[in-house]
């Protein structure tokens, strides 16, 4: 299977940082990647799809870059409503999907 | 806008059989070309891929669950369902089914969410 290397596994920034969040995959993935937010209670929400493209109603302080093994988040000028988890998630149908183990940005 | 319901028993004894389902409203389980998945979060832990069903009908599983994994489609019900056989402490876990947007063979993202039903395996 494909495995999702997260890092780091949690972050401490305050409001207006800048911080990127990293995914390497252990084979290429061509750009298969989303990124998902989730807040505690929550479903996961769909931020960014196939490495950069921006989901419709996601700000713009969000972006997605990379490709083939090496793929990153970026959340520019954070905002209250950005602390929370963050997964990574590689889309190849086979052998079938993964995530990364998640970040958790905190204050 | 599609809104996905889940229901399902929340508690599961050992060795016995975890069924869920996802009622899809506001669209049809057949149209558009969507596909569907089903994903789990043992509590305080990371997301977990369980398996899909392709529009076509088709499914694929976590190589790690296939052995006990069902998922199906029923368009009369316009639902979809999970069966989990066998199971034990690890499949404690909230679990969220998802609508699959994109095309075969790679390109999918999940971006309609169920709300998630928490499962407890236990005696």
């Known amino acids: 299977d494909i495995q999702m290397t997260q890092s780091p596994s949690s972050l401490s920034a305050s409001l207006g940082d800048s911080v990127t969040i990293t995914c390497r995959a252990s084979?290429?993935?061509?750009?298969?990647v989303n990124w998902y937010q989730q807040k505690p209670g929550r479903a996961p929400k769909l931020l960014i799809s196939?490495?950069?493209t921006l989901q419709s109603g996601v700000p713009s302080r969000f972006s997605g870059s990379g490709s083939a093994t090496h793929f990153a988040l970026t959340i520019s000028n954070i905002q209250p409503e950005d602390y929370a988890s963050y997964y990574c998630?590689?889309?190849?149908?086979?052998?079938?999907?993964?995530f990364g183990r998640g970040t958790k940005l905190e204050i | 806008q599609v809104h996905l319901q889940q229901s399902g028993s929340g508690l599961v004894r050992p060795s016995q059989t975890l069924s869920l389902t996802c009622a899809v409203s506001g669209g049809s389980l057949s149209s558009g070309g969507y596909s569907w998945t089903w994903v789990r979060q043992p509590l305080g832990k990371g997301l977990e891929w369980i398996g899909n069903i392709y529009h076509s009908g088709a499914t694929r599983y976590n190589p790690s669950l296939q052995s006990r994994v069902t998922i199906s489609g029923d368009r009369s019900k316009n639902q979809i369902s999970l069966k989990v056989n066998f199971v034990t402490a690890a499949d404690t876990a909230i679990y969220f089914c998802?609508?699959?947007?994109?095309?075969?063979?790679?390109?999918?993202?999940?971006?309609?969410w169920g709300e998630g039903t928490t499962v407890i395996v236990s005696s």
């Open positions: 998802a609508r699959l947007n994109g095309y075969y063979p790679d390109y999918y993202f999940m971006d309609v």
């Open positions: 998630q590689q889309s190849t149908s086979s052998p079938g999907f993964s």
């Open positions: 084979q290429r993935i061509d750009s298969y």
């Open positions: 196939a490495a950069s």
